[in-house]
């Protein structure tokens, strides 16, 4: 168990190191926003338009691992969506968001490095395919229901254009498919421009976990500032996020990527720990930029993020994962 935690010891150091950080004021109150913009404008698409150039299409179709880590997440998603809407009574919109804070596995901060560190490049490609998927796919269908929740674009085809358009914007989106036209057609990538990826991309994981560490602290500065007096957060849909996330996800991953997709082994571990990453920054993002009730969401990254420490020792364990030498 001891040499388990030994491997996430560094993933949660840099974590923790920028947390600390911005709680000395070390780093500034638009740290977060200014790290994150490096990380998602530059860093991490550097990275994945690199693993993706330098792929064959043999490699990256892998249509087993797709699905189980695919339906996992949707599970995850209209369960939550469900009882905060059924049971809470919950508007569409806010509902969705909650739905998509218990489906969105940090994959592009937490997934690359944890896995690097784990499985070495064989776990690119697989972290590349869960990326998309959470911040295509399950993005899509959250601005979808929101917008459909707030009926500001009544007309389907106006709904449309404007999810598309939202996904077009997303670097993360884009440089992956960049980068699997560039391997499609054979593209040899100049020396100069391999180096400056490689520098780039090579940014995109400390900076990415730095990142975590300064949201997270900042988010704790500025809670007793945002929460209105009288104000409750709902602690039972918190703990339902948190558990939907960091227990429901990776079960339902293990189920279909053994019973019943027969994965081999490596891809079933990966897919399960990827399954089992804490909530990503995305559904705070989504809350802040339509205006909803971002507690709840912003609680869940919290909390499944230290409680993912116990959880990701626990899994690895069980799994009997080990580092590469």
């Known amino acids: 168990m001891l040499s388990t935690f030994l491997i996430l010891l560094p993933i949660f150091g840099l974590i923790v190191a920028g947390y600390g950080c911005r709680m000395l004021g070390v780093l500034g109150p638009t740290s977060a926003t200014e790290l994150n913009k490096f990380v998602v404008w530059l860093a991490l698409p550097a990275l994945l338009f690199d693993i993706m150039a ?76 869960a990326t998309i998927v959470v911040a295509c796919i399950l993005f899509a269908i959250a601005i979808a229901m929101i917008e459909i929740g707030l009926q500001s674009e009544r007309e389907f085809h106006r709904l449309a254009i404007k999810v598309v358009r939202a996904i077009i914007k997303n670097p993360l989106i884009i440089s992956p498919l960049l980068g699997a036209a560039c391997s499609s057609a054979g593209l040899t990538l100049p020396d100069s421009l391999e180096t400056f990826l490689k520098m780039l991309g090579g940014a995109a994981s400390p900076c ?50 053994v019973w019943l997709f027969h994965l081999p082994d490596d891809l079933t571990k990966m897919a399960i720990l990827l399954a089992a990453l804490p909530t990503g920054t995305g559904p705070f993002m989504l809350a802040e930029y339509y205006r909803r009730d971002a507690q709840i969401t912003s609680a869940a990254i919290l909390i499944s993020t230290v409680l993912s420490i116990v959880t990701l020792v626990a899994i690895m364990h069980f799994m009997q994962v080990t580092p590469l030498a």
Request: charged fraction near 10%; include cysteine.
């Open 54 to 129: 330098h792929t064959p299409w043999h490699i990256i179709y892998q249509p087993g691992f797709f699905w189980a880590f695919a339906l996992s997440c949707a599970a995850a998603f209209v369960i939550v969506f469900l009882f905060q809407k059924k049971v809470k009574g919950k508007s569409t919109a806010d509902a969705s968001v909650d739905g998509v804070a218990a489906a969105y596995p940090n994959t592009g901060y937490l997934g690359f490095p944890l896995l690097l560190l784990i499985f070495g490049k064989s776990s690119l490609i697989p972290t590349t395919t």
């Open 208 to 257: 990415a976990l730095v990142c975590l560490g300064v949201f997270l602290a900042s988010r704790q500065k500025a809670k007793a500032s945002e929460v209105p007096s009288g104000a409750k957060m709902s602690f039972t849909t918190v703990g339902l996020v948190v558990v939907a996330k960091l227990v429901l996800q990776p079960l339902l991953t293990w189920v279909l990527a």
